[in-house]
């Protein structure tokens, strides 16, 4: 598909611009400087705050700012509820905390050994070889099988999911026959699922939620299907994306790794470095009420490009904020996002994160990026690599 | 250092949990996984750099620090 090309970031930005896909950071930059809050007419018209601090004046107005819609689309939006991450207050918050305790850091830590089996037995499949492919091989492959293990759905599901996935946060940005179908597919999928456990009751997250009550009620068939979809969407590229920029970043600086190699202790650290600097993650908003931030006036009807990742990379903000420094101290990071939406799954995502990487150093200390091939990025709101061809040793 | 005393902003607070994770002995996390600071919040004097680091990377800024009285 051909897009026409960007004649000026600020006021003709589009995110799916190869040069944006490919490297969006001096753009980002450049806008941060002089701009500082970028628009578009594309997909009927979005602004893009680049400064920390205009993100997080949005991401924490919640009376002019709907989550109703969360992602940027080139048709008319339909809305897809997916509670609570499409909820405003009040809903939002009874509707998120129906979710929490599954994610709290001590829920998060019985799936962690077998995380780590996860990863081990796919180094298996790659060590020893001249070379992988570290976002397809190793990165892509944790997440969707950590989500199925909590859901309780076969590991052996991924394709499918990936393919969701794919329909719903790439394609269906200009396809919206593609995305409508996908929804029809992943609503049907759990349904079934969700039959199947009323008489077969089971020790995982879709039973759990399937008896879920908000205020004493059961939660509607609408509400459960949407959670289970957000899990599966949010669980996985989002994560399959911070991984593979690790790599992406280790694969390119000998240094850094060693260092980690040696100083296995310092990885938790490094990865919220890594999380603040390749931040995988934009949202978007609704203009819901005429507003100004950051001196830029926001029309209603419009939507706003969350961009944690650009925040993430504001001087004012982080000193260097350019450099990976791999034991910064003070890291106040947006990866997450900020205020009542702050990712429920942080901190699945934090030990997903950190156990790759301690497997994978642990057996391979030694890789970079093959010369003779091309690293590829995620199209859309989820930024990461899509191919990552590593030499080995 | 003079002893301290934290307290988390429970409004502020979205459960981040970076405190938890940097200061374990000055925080813990409820069934939610929000933020609350251990006992009566103060620091003894060789946990006082660690709860200066705690509010440094607490993303919502939820995080006081406040001489003891």
Avoid at chain 1, 22 to 29: R, T
Avoid at chain 1, 81 to 102: F, G, Q, V, Y
Avoid at chain 2, 5 to 13: A, F
Wanted: aromatic share 6%; hydrophobic share 40%.
């Amino acid at each position: 598909m051909t897009r026409p090309p960007v004649t000026d970031w600020s006021t003709d930005f589009d995110h799916l611009d190869p040069r944006w896909v490919e490297n969006p950071y001096p753009i980002w930059d450049e806008l941060r400087e002089k701009c500082p809050v970028a628009h578009t007419e594309r997909f009927r018209g979005v602004y893009f705050p680049s400064r920390y601090e205009d993100v997080r004046a949005v991401a924490y107005d919640t009376e002019n700012f709907s989550s109703r819609r969360i992602i940027v689309r080139e048709t008319p939006p339909p809305r897809i509820p997916a509670p609570p991450i499409t909820s405003d207050p009040p809903e939002h918050r009874p509707a998120k905390n129906l979710l929490l305790p599954a994610f709290t850091p001590d829920a998060i830590k019985q799936h962690e050994q077998p995380t780590r089996d996860i990863c081990a037995r796919l180094i298996d499949r790659f060590a020893g070889k001249p070379g992988c492919d570290a976002a397809i091989d190793y990165a892509q492959e944790i997440p969707v099988r950590v989500i199925a293990v909590m859901l309780g759905l076969p590991e052996s599901e991924g394709d499918r999911f990936r393919k969701w996935i794919h329909e719903i946060l790439e394609a269906g940005i200009t396809r919206p026959d593609i995305l409508m179908k996908a929804m029809g597919e992943t609503s049907a999928y759990f349904q079934a699922e969700i039959d199947k456990r009323k008489s077969e009751p089971r020790d995982d997250l879709i039973t759990q939620l399937s008896r879920a009550t908000i205020d004493g009620q059961p939660i509607t068939e609408d509400h459960l299907l949407g959670a289970l979809r957000l899990i599966l969407i949010a669980g996985i590229d989002t994560t399959w994306s911070a991984i593979g920029s690790c790599f992406w970043h280790l694969a390119q600086h000998p240094e850094d790794r060693r260092r980690l190699v040696n100083d296995p202790a310092l990885i938790p650290t490094a990865v919220e470095e890594f999380l603040r600097a390749y931040a995988p993650v934009t949202m978007a908003r609704e203009v819901i009420k005429d507003v100004e931030i950051g001196g830029c006036p926001f029309k209603t009807g419009e939507m706003v490009l969350l961009s944690f990742p650009a925040a993430n990379r504001d001087p004012r903000m982080f000193p260097d904020a350019d450099r990976v420094v791999i034991d910064r101290k003070e890291n106040r990071h947006a990866a997450f996002g900020l205020g009542i939406h702050r990712c429920i799954g942080s901190n699945l995502a934090r030990m997903e994160i950190t156990v790759a990487l301690q497997e994978w150093l642990k057996r391979i200390p030694e890789f970079h990026l093959d010369p003779a091939a091309r690293v590829t990025w995620s199209e859309g709101t989820v930024r990461g690599p899509r191919k990552l061809p590593v030499l080995l040793g | 250092m003079p002893t301290v005393k934290v307290k988390v902003d429970r409004e502020r607070c979205q459960g981040h949990a970076r405190c938890a994770a940097l200061a374990g002995e000055l925080f813990e996390l409820d069934e939610l996984g929000n933020a609350r600071e251990k006992g009566d919040g103060v620091v003894p004097e060789a946990l006082v750099e660690k709860a200066y680091l705690a509010k440094a990377n607490c993303p919502e800024e939820a995080i006081e620090i406040e001489d003891k009285p």
